[in-house]
């Protein structure tokens, strides 16, 4: 059974940080590219990182340089390293997973193969 587990949500305030975890499991995990998509209050889910393969990331422009993408084939687990956050960070956080695509794919949600059901962030002014 296809598994995509979000853990390390929660509220923080302006300016702060929060790691996000996205266990899998079912599934040949080295064969996916890996993605963290961000689904606002009244928004379009947006891809804001991902990891391909071979361990390449891509990020959307408003996070590059703020969010860190890993990936732990040993553990089937993706990280995401989030700081400075702000307001328009908040919202569910899901990871999708892209089967045999690399990065060129990877902003686009209807590629996705699996998702899991995402984990809520909240960031105070």
């Known amino acids: 059974q296809v598994q995509l587990v979000e853990s390390g949500g929660g509220l923080v305030q302006t300016g702060a940080s929060l790691n996000l975890t996205c266990t899998t499991s079912g599934f040949s995990f080295t064969d996916y590219t890996i993605s963290w998509f961000l689904q606002g209050p009244g928004m379009d889910r947006e891809s804001v990182a991902c990891?391909?393969?071979?361990?390449?990331?891509d990020y959307s422009d408003s996070k590059k340089g703020r969010f860190v993408i890993s990936r732990d084939n040993a553990k089937n687990t993706v990280y995401l390293q989030m700081t400075d956050l702000k307001p328009e960070d908040t919202g569910v956080y899901l990871c999708?997973?892209?089967?045999?695509?690399?990065?060129?794919?990877?902003?686009?949600?209807?590629?996705?193969?699996?998702w899991g059901q995402g984990t809520q962030v909240t960031v105070s002014s």
């Open positions: 990891v391909d393969r071979r361990g390449a990331s």
């Open positions: 999708g997973a892209l089967y045999m695509r690399g990065l060129e794919y990877a902003f686009g949600e209807e590629w996705y193969d699996h």
